[in-house]
């Protein structure tokens, strides 16, 4: 019988997790400082955003247009070493999504960040 006590969550699933609460409560000043390199890339079908600034601006819009979400599940989750990858179910006010994110990781900040929703 295996009594070690269980693992604790990996880093990729911290790093998610506190996504998700940094963006809950609006701290998206310090998700940027916390979790994208100042070099960071986000890529969507509707934009691209380079560096920090930018990606501060991008987060406080979409932050304030998004308003209050709740994350359902959390249907998929998969990491390595330097990725994460998932696809989640959100509620917001104007209805339910499905989101898909992709996060390439170095030093434990995002370098690159792919996101998408249906």
Same mark, same amino acid.
């Given at each position: 019988m295996n009594t070690a006590p269980a693992a604790g969550p990996t880093p990729g699933r911290q790093f998610y997790d506190e996504q998700i609460?940094?963006?809950?409560?609006?701290?998206?000043?310090?998700?940027?400082? *916390?979790? $994208?390199?100042?070099? *960071?890339v986000l890529v969507s079908f509707a934009q691209v955003v380079r560096?920090?600034?930018?990606? @501060?601006?991008?987060?406080?819009? $979409?932050?304030?247009?998004l308003g209050d979400f709740e994350v359902r599940t959390l249907d998929r989750f998969v990491?390595?070493?330097?990725?994460?990858?998932?696809? *989640?179910?959100?509620?917001t006010g104007r209805g339910e999504a499905r989101v898909y994110d992709a996060?390439? @990781?170095?030093?434990?900040?995002?370098?690159?960040?792919? *996101?998408?929703?249906?």
């Open positions: 609460v940094l963006l809950q409560q609006g701290r998206t000043d310090e998700l940027v400082a *916390a979790h $994208y390199a100042e070099e *960071a560096g920090r600034r930018n990606l @501060l601006d991008f987060f406080r819009s $979409y932050r304030a247009n990491e390595t070493g330097d990725t994460i990858f998932f696809e *989640a179910t959100i509620r996060f390439v @990781l170095r030093d434990g900040r995002a370098t690159h960040h792919f *996101a998408g929703s249906i």
